[in-house]
């Protein structure tokens, strides 16, 4: 019997062998694969999304941030966040609460301290030089550009400064409120449409508030006759009110306020900094249009993770705000089509936010679990309460202050 084989034999034998090597190899690697995948799945199932801890669909994710910091019994497998709020979790949102309050409060206070002192060290000044006496001087200033400069230059600071305090103190970066996302200029079209019929329906809200408070022989309108009717002036309003203020204002409010405020609840952040948007504007009219304006600018700042589409929006509504305010005034003619103009563009809104809800854009609906860690945990602060309470005080004192 012949033991030895061919050369063709041993090189078909090693063919064969390689093949089923391979063959092996392949269904190793498949085999890798398959427990790679499991392995993913039970991680995510037993370690929760840091960024989206309550599993709720309707938040914006990505925008709140890690909830580690919070509670950082997160980390721990199979952790699940309770219904009832344990010391730890109750602690660390409080004084996410609170930090925003402290931020409101100073901007409230240091801006009101802040003019004080600019106006009389420059009315004491200019006493001095032209001795003339206080009343004169400061008429002068009222009617000249220096009064609308010093409240320019006030908020501007106070805004700056303490937004960035509160995003420091809460532990946020500021280049986190500009990673835009998903923002074309169709959208920005779209949401400034949206915007103009909301101003219009806010305008006409004021309005009908201001009819009831005149039948009882009140009013919630300021007077600002007289206030900086030089061209200077003018010009240095316009800056404010069209620019400075809606930047400013962003970063404060759906910047540093909306960031602090989200951690557990979007919804009641989203609200919760429109009513002190609003409240921060002193009087009844500009409350309803800043709270119905700051709804939506939140909602646009969750959506995109940027307060850039806000400012784009807060600019646009300012703009078209001054130009109405200026041309309704410009005669019978130039009022009526101005009006006229008005509605259509407020109706053209009204269909956008009809197709802006109708896309899936509604505001976020809070799980259980983030119910009770929303307004329930914000009252429990002290600061919250307090820079609530400031804020309603001072709207009284200035509906007070015009009834006089």
């Known amino acids: 019997m012949n033991d030895f084989i061919s050369a063709e034999e041993y090189k078909s034998e090693v063919s064969g062998m390689t093949r089923e090597i391979s063959a092996l190899k392949r269904e190793l690697e498949e085999k890798d694969k398959l427990l790679e995948e499991a392995n993913k799945a039970l991680s995510e199932k037993y370690y929760a999304d840091p960024e989206n801890p309550f599993d709720n669909p309707s938040d914006y994710k990505g925008y709140s941030g890690g909830y580690t910091e919070i509670q950082p019994r997160l980390n721990e497998a199979g952790y699940r966040i309770p ?9 660390n949102l409080k004084r996410q609460y609170a930090i925003g309050s402290w931020c409101v409060i100073f901007q409230f206070a240091a801006s009101l301290v802040l003019s004080l002192i600019i106006t009389n060290v420059i009315q004491i000044i200019m006493d001095a030089v032209n001795g003339k006496a206080g009343t004169v001087t400061y008429e002068y200033m009222y009617n000249s550009s220096i009064i609308v400069g010093i409240n320019m230059l006030v908020f501007l600071i106070c805004n700056v400064v303490f937004t960035f305090v509160g995003l420091k ?6 280049r986190s409120l500009i990673k835009t996302r998903d923002f074309t200029f169709g959208r920005g079209l779209q949401y400034c449409l949206i915007a103009a019929f909301l101003w219009t329906a806010s305008l006409y809200s004021g309005a009908f508030v201001e009819t009831i408070m005149n039948k009882f022989g009140m009013t919630c309108a300021v007077d600002q006759t007289g206030l900086g009717e030089t061209p200077l002036a003018m010009a240095v309003m316009y800056l404010y009110s069209c620019i400075i203020a809606p930047v400013t204002e962003e970063m404060m409010f759906r910047g540093m306020l ?3 405020f989200s ?8 609200f919760a900094t429109a009513f002190f948007f609003g409240l921060a504007h002193g009087n009844i009219p500009q409350f309803i249009l800043a709270f119905v304006m700051g709804i939506f600018l939140a909602q646009l700042t969750m959506k995109h993770n940027s307060i850039i589409p806000a400012i784009v929006v807060h600019i646009f509504v300012n703009v078209f705000s001054t130009v109405f305010s200026h041309f309704s005034g410009a005669g019978e003619t130039v009022a009526t089509i101005v009006m006229i103009l008005l509605m259509g563009t407020a109706l053209v809104g009204a269909i956008m936010l009809l197709v802006f809800r109708s896309d899936g854009n509604r505001l976020p609906a809070p799980t ?16 919250f309460c307090i820079a609530v309470v400031i804020q309603i005080i001072y709207m009284i004192y200035t ?6």
């Open 258 to 260: 909306l960031k602090v």
């Open 263 to 270: 951690r557990a609840n979007q919804r009641f952040a989203i």
């Open 368 to 383: 259980p679990h983030q119910h009770r860690r929303g307004r329930l945990v914000a009252t429990s602060s002290m600061t």
């Open 83 to 91: 219904l009832l709020i344990d010391k730890v979790e109750y602690r």
């Open 399 to 404: 509906i007070y202050s015009l009834n006089r």
């Open 169 to 174: 103190w809460a532990g946020y970066k500021a």
